[in-house]
């Protein structure tokens, strides 16, 4: 569609070349202006933690897709005690800051590198995951086959009872309604979309 192909001239336009993710300086620079941003984005990261269906003493095997400096690890592992997150990104800058930002978690983190647009991303995960999690990373792929794999790999890493929470720009890459369809055909049982702002919606999706 034009729609998207605007989307991906403007992301291209927008957005550093892959490589940079491994630039320590571009990456450092990253995390501090994001950072930064903490009284918009905690409300939704605690939202998209708050979707997990767990009561807070139960030992959780999470996943964070996309994890990136390892905020949302953080919100998961504060409120889950006994919980064990495995952080996935593509980027070793950002586990540097991860690990620092996670320091009083290191028995319960796990760090995985693999790119999620390479068909297998999900290889050397592990899982079964009880709770898998993304916040505003999937939408970067612009491709919507690519999504529909990427929801279907991560259906796949979740047991049976468990629930996927992806906070993500869903407008801007398919639409809301194609990301409801994607995560439907991969598999989940139910999903939901909730709308956070104009810009943001968390699809929470259960195994």
């Given at each position: 569609?034009?729609?998207?192909?605007?989307?991906?001239?403007?992301?291209?336009?927008?957005?550093?070349v892959?490589?940079?993710?491994?630039e320590?300086?571009?990456?450092?620079?990253?995390v501090?202006?994001?950072?930064?941003r903490?009284?918009?984005?905690?409300?939704?990261?605690?939202?998209?933690?708050?979707?997990?269906?767990?009561?807070?003493?139960?030992?959780?095997?999470?996943?964070?897709?996309?994890?990136?400096?390892?905020?949302?690890?953080?919100?998961?592992?504060?409120?889950?005690?006994?919980?064990?997150?495995?952080?996935?990104?593509?980027?070793?800058?950002?586990?540097?800051?991860?690990?620092?930002?996670?320091a009083?978690?290191?028995?319960?983190?796990?760090?995985?590198?693999?790119?999620?647009?390479?068909?297998?991303?999900?290889s050397?995960?592990?899982?079964?995951?009880d709770?898998?999690?993304s916040?505003?990373?999937?939408?970067?792929?612009?491709?919507?086959?690519?999504?529909?794999?990427?929801?279907?790999d991560?259906?796949?890493?979740?047991?049976?009872?468990?629930m996927?929470?992806?906070?993500?720009?869903?407008?801007?890459?398919g639409?809301?309604?194609?990301?409801?369809?994607?995560?439907?055909e991969?598999?989940?049982s139910?999903?939901?979309?909730?709308?956070?702002?104009?810009?943001?919606?968390?699809?929470?999706?259960?195994?």
């Amino acid at each position: 569609m034009t729609t998207d192909r605007h989307q991906k001239a403007a992301w291209a336009q927008t957005h550093d070349v892959p490589e940079q993710w491994e630039e320590q300086q571009f990456v450092d620079n990253w995390v501090t202006r994001d950072d930064g941003r903490q009284d918009t984005r905690g409300p939704m990261i605690q939202a998209t933690v708050d979707a997990a269906p767990f009561p807070t003493d139960q030992a959780v095997r999470a996943l964070d897709v996309g994890s990136g400096y390892g905020l949302l690890s953080g919100y998961l592992l504060a409120k889950y005690p006994n919980a064990h997150v495995t952080l996935q990104d593509i980027s070793e800058p950002m586990f540097g800051h991860a690990k620092e930002r996670l320091a009083a978690y290191a028995d319960r983190t796990a760090y995985v590198k693999s790119d999620f647009s390479q068909r297998d991303w999900a290889s050397g995960l592990g899982g079964p995951f009880d709770f898998v999690m993304s916040a505003i990373a999937i939408h970067n792929m612009y491709d919507d086959g690519l999504i529909a794999s990427i929801y279907k790999d991560i259906h796949d890493l979740i047991a049976d009872g468990g629930m996927f929470a992806n906070l993500d720009y869903a407008a801007q890459a398919g639409g809301v309604d194609m990301h409801v369809q994607w995560l439907r055909e991969a598999g989940f049982s139910t999903v939901e979309a909730e709308e956070i702002n104009d810009r943001t919606v968390l699809l929470k999706a259960s195994r």
